[in-house]
C-alpha cells in the first residue's frame, strides 16, 4: 500500500557529505513522523533521526552537530545531510514513516529497503 525508496547511498570518505532522501507513495492520506534508522554488521538497529509532520526534529546524540533531517511534506520525502561522517556511521540506512490511509485510522508504520553508506577512506 505505501512504497518507501530510499537513494543516496554509497562511500564516502570522513570528513566529506552525503546525502540520503526517501520518497513515499502509495496510498496516502497524511504522513506523521518520518525517521532514518541504521544497521550496522552484528549490531541491532538503531534510531538515527527522526521528524514529525510539524517539522521538530530529535537526533541520536552521536550525530547532533554533523546530520541534518528535513522532509517536504508536499513532496513527501525526508533527508538525511551526512556532514563529517565517521567510520563508525558505516550502516545500511532505513527510511521510516508512520502513514495515516484515512483521517480516521490510525497510522501504519512503514519500512523502506535500506541503502549502504560506507565511510571509509
Known amino acids: 500500500q505505501v512504497q518507501l525508496v530510499e537513494s543516496g547511498g554509497g562511500l564516502v570518505q570522513p570528513g566529506g557529505s552525503l546525502s540520503l532522501s526517501c520518497a513515499a507513495s502509495?496510498?496516502?492520506?497524511?504522513?506523521?513522523?518520518m525517521s532514518w534508522y541504521r544497521q550496522a554488521p552484528g549490531k541491532q538497529r538503531e534510531l538515527v533521526a527522526a521528524i514529525t509532520k510539524g517539522g521538530s526534529t530529535d537526533y541520536t546524540d552521536s550525530v547532533k552537530g554533523r546530520f541534518t533531517i528535513s522532509r517536504d511534506n508536499a513532496k513527501r520525502t525526508v533527508s538525511l545531510q551526512m556532514n563529517s561522517p565517521k567510520p563508525e556511521d558505516t550502516a545500511v540506512y532505513y527510511c521510516?514513516?508512520?502513514?495515516?490511509?484515512?483521517?480516521?485510522?490510525?497510522?501504519?508504520?512503514?519500512w523502506g529497503q535500506g541503502t549502504q553508506v560506507t565511510v571509509s577512506s
Open positions: 521510516n514513516a508512520d502513514v495515516r490511509h484515512t483521517y480516521y485510522l490510525t497510522p501504519r508504520n512503514y
Open positions: 502509495g496510498s496516502i492520506f497524511s504522513i506523521e513522523t
